[in-house]
């Protein structure tokens, strides 16, 4: 079996996260929105989570209702400075997963896995610490995020330097978060996406944004430093075409297998033949 290819440096994503720590509450508008999702979400599932793991989530879980029937919380963080104060506190990576198999009835991860090297692995991780019919949410940031920079940066670089290098972290596709969640073995597995455009009318913002969270680039093989005059030029092509930014976030639902869940039909099951529907309607 061959090995996932080494894309990201998760090490150096975690000083990313620990860099941010200190200021993130004045940059997390978009962990805040996923979490208020998340929270619709639970609060639609009629089922008590008396064990739940929250992975990136840190203070935010502080959003939970009582709607949401989440019960003993144990936090988990590569960043030890993003976790909450007190509590149940674990310094991790969900690519090594210090959870105890069949422990977890909930298992939420909040825009982390994006950066993971081997995405099906951690999520095959996380499979065998729910219990069985527990619950998999996860949000991750996807391939149209940071589209409009990107392109910028591309552009720039060559028309300055007549060559481009990767700025931005590469995301992934729905299609490929799908096939993941899939992979790892989880049952009734569902993905949806959320787009969010925000107006820069300074375009340096976004960069704050971003280094605010903890998202600049965390590649494995990284390249030269962008030079001043690229970057300049960028943020300038960026504001030509408009200032606006995409987040493109991916919610990704799964159980872990169990028995008693509803099953697809066999091909060929039906009781009704589909020919046989549409000549009633004619």
Known sequence: MNAPPHIFDRRLYAQRRTRSAAHFGAFDFLHRRVMDDIVDRLETVMREFPNATFSGAGNLTDQLTPACSVGSITHIDPAPERLPTTGNRIVADEELLPIAA???????????????????????????????????????????????????????????????????????????????????????????????????????????????????????????????????RALQIFSENGGTEQFEIIYLTGWSPDPSQQKPLKPGSAKASLKDAIKGTE
């Open 102 to 232: 069949q422990s977890q009835n909930l298992f939420v991860s909040v825009l982390t896995l994006h950066t993971a090297n081997d995405l099906v692995g951690a999520l095959a991780q996380i499979r065998r610490a729910l219990v069985a019919d527990g619950l998999f949410i996860a949000a991750v940031f996807a391939e149209d995020t940071l589209i409009a920079l990107r392109k910028s940066l591309y552009t720039a670089e060559a028309e300055i330097t007549g060559g481009v290098s990767a700025r931005i972290n590469p995301f992934a596709s729905i299609q490929d978060y799908g096939q993941a969640l899939s992979r790892a073995g989880f049952a009734l597995p569902v993905v949806d996406a959320d787009k969010i455009n925000v107006k820069y009318d300074d375009p340096l913002r976004l960069l704050r944004d971003l280094r605010g969270m903890g998202e600049t680039q965390a590649l494995a093989n990284r390249p030269n430093p962008l030079r001043r005059d690229v970057l300049m």
